[in-house]
Structures are given as structure tokens and as C-alpha cells.
């Protein structure tokens, strides 16, 4: 069975500092991984993805994400961050012949001025 | 473009009454996703459909629980009876199939007292 492991549960961070969450999966085959971020109040949007290719992923705002195939990782990247960044971040999982995403539970970062 | 469309935002009810969640999908997009979030399980998918057909339903809690998709552009979620451990908020999201790019609604915050 699949299933997503976000270790860092509640993060804090002053601007500008650098930010790195991290996401593993466990799944034996072919993986497509994602993260979503949630802003207070708000509903889940997609960040970036990774299918294939490129294990480097960039998304939107300012976000990276490497996919590690030997680590089974996927950790996200922001190099500094913004209070505006401040919001729920969501690792999920998609793999095998079936469309489900497995979400992990999730990670609240909290950035202040 | 109009984005997922959910219905009701908020419903506070009391327990033992049906409540009925409503989402209008993606024009275009033919799978259908329900979710739940709570503080102490995070998301998980109840329910998931392709071309209007439900595919996996083993997230669904219990026989209280029922999903339905009429047609492409509508899907209900009924809770019959609700119970107060029922409150969370449910998001609906589309994609088109295989795409498996998850398009979010904004989510019912669903009070059972």
C-alpha cells in the first residue's frame, strides 16, 4: 500500500530564511509525487509536480522539490522565504494504475516579519 | 474559467439530520474526488469516480456515508444520520483521468452538534 510520511509537522521560520520540508513516500513501482499548499482559509492548490524527467521540479512561487528515487523523497525547497508563505503544505502520491492521491498529513509553516 | 464548485460553504446541523454536500466539477474533467479533513487524520479520499462510475469507495467511514454522480457536471455526498464526529470540512477536486493533476474546491465546513 502507498502512504506519505511528512516528519516536519509544525515549522517556523523568520524571512528570508531558507525552507526545506520533507516528504517520503513508500510505493515499490513508478511514482508520480506532488505537493499542494493550503493558505489559511483557503483550498488546496498544486505547487509543482513530478512525473518523470528532471528529478529537479520547479514550481510556482519560487518553490523546488527533488525527487530522490534511492531515498524514496521528495523533499520541497524555497531558498527564502516570505510571510506570505506561511500556510499548510501537502505532500501526495499517486502511483500504480489507479488515479487516488495519497496525501500526507501535512506541514504547518508559520513565517514572521 | 470557473474552478470546482462546492455547495453548501458552511452547514451547521444536529446530529441525527441528513446532510447533503454538492460539487460541480471542472467542465472537461471526468474523474471526481472526495475528501475529509480533520485536525487528527488530516485528508483522506472517501470517494473517487471516472465517466460518472465510482472506482473505490474504501474510504467511505461507514453505511452512513453515500456518494453519487448523476452526471459529469454534478456529484452529492449525503450523511445519513450525521453524528458530531462527522464535523470536518470536505473538499471535492477534478481532474481529467490519468491526468491526475487534482483540482480543489473550496470545501464545506460541515458542524454536526
Known amino acids: 500500500a502507498q502512504s506519505v510520511s511528512q516528519h516536519n509537522h509544525h515549522v517556523i521560520l523568520s524571512e528570508a530564511a531558507s525552507l526545506e520540508l520533507g516528504c517520503n513516500y513508500s510505493?515499490?513501482?513508478?511514482?508520480?509525487l506532488f505537493w499542494y499548499v493550503q493558505y489559511p482559509g483557503q483550498h488546496l492548490q498544486l505547487l509543482l509536480k513530478?512525473?518523470?524527467?528532471?528529478?529537479l521540479v520547479k514550481g510556482i512561487k519560487g518553490f523546488e522539490a527533488e525527487f530522490i528515487k534511492s531515498k524514496f523523497s521528495f523533499n520541497l525547497r524555497k531558498p527564502s522565504v516570505q510571510w506570505s508563505d506561511t500556510a499548510e503544505y501537502f505532500c501526495?502520491?499517486?502511483?500504480?494504475?489507479?488515479?487516488?492521491?495519497?496525501f500526507g498529513t501535512g506541514t504547518r509553516l508559520q513565517v514572521f516579519p | 474559467d470557473a474552478g470546482v464548485i462546492q455547495s453548501p460553504r458552511h452547514e451547521v446541523t444536529e446530529m441525527g439530520q441528513e446532510v447533503t454536500l454538492r460539487c460541480k466539477p471542472i467542465?472537461?474533467?471526468?474523474?471526481l474526488f472526495w475528501y475529509r479533513q480533520t485536525m487528527m487524520r488530516g485528508l483522506e479520499l472517501l470517494i473517487y469516480?471516472?465517466?460518472?462510475?465510482?472506482?473505490?469507495d474504501s474510504g467511505m467511514p461507514e453505511d452512513r456515508f453515500s456518494a453519487k454522480m448523476p452526471n459529469a457536471s454534478f456529484s452529492t455526498l449525503k450523511i445519513q444520520p450525521s453524528e458530531p464526529r462527522d464535523s470536518a470540512v470536505y473538499f471535492c477536486?477534478?481532474?481529467?483521468?490519468?491526468?491526475?493533476?487534482?483540482?480543489f474546491g473550496p470545501g464545506t465546513r460541515l458542524t454536526v452538534l
Open positions: 477536486a477534478s481532474s481529467k483521468v490519468r491526468e491526475r493533476k487534482q483540482f
Open positions: 510505493y515499490g513501482g513508478t511514482v508520480n
Open positions: 467542465s472537461g474533467h471526468n474523474s
Open positions: 501526495a502520491v499517486n502511483g500504480g494504475n489507479t488515479d487516488k492521491l495519497i
Open positions: 469516480f471516472n465517466n460518472n462510475v465510482p472506482i473505490d
Open positions: 513530478y512525473f518523470s524527467g528532471d528529478p
